[in-house]
Nanobody, 123 residues
Framework: QVQLVESGGGLVQAGGSLRLSCVAS????????MGWFRQAPGKEREIVAA????????YYSDSVKGRFTISRNSARNTVWLQMNSLKPEDTAVYYC????????????????WGQGTQVTVSS
């Protein structure tokens, strides 16, 4: 069974940092694009960042560019999202997802999803 398991969420004050992890099991995701999405209450799920299997190709939404960094270790089937300078508007459930092609912001391109991890940023 293919699984993505996120961890690292929590409560942090504005300006603080968190590092999210996503571990894949049941399949080798070395050639997959890995993405981080988030969904706040009452809002649609949105792309945060994505990284292609080649690692050199990354994508960031404008709202997190310069503050968040996505990275991966394909041999360990793990992808991370380092989040710095967190803001209250970053509060959401963060999801890890895998896609066979590099279409970062296309939710439909991702066919495997984790269960999500809550990130809460207090002001």
């Amino acid at each position: 069974q293919v699984q993505l398991v996120e961890s690292g969420g929590g409560l942090v004050q504005a300006g603080g940092s968190l590092r999210l992890s996503c571990v894949a099991s049941g399949r080798t995701f070395g050639t997959y694009t890995m993405g981080w999405f988030r969904q706040a209450p009452g809002k649609e799920r949105e792309i945060v960042a994505a990284i292609a299997w080649s690692v050199s190709n990354t994508y960031y939404s404008d709202s997190v560019k310069g503050r968040f960094t996505i990275s991966r270790n394909s041999a360990r089937n793990t992808v991370w999202l380092q989040m710095n300078s967190l803001k209250p508007e970053d509060t959401a459930v963060y999801y890890c997802a895998a896609a066979r092609t590099f279409q970062p912001s296309n939710v439909m391109a991702y066919d495997v999803w984790g269960q999500g991890t809550q990130v809460t940023v207090s002001s």
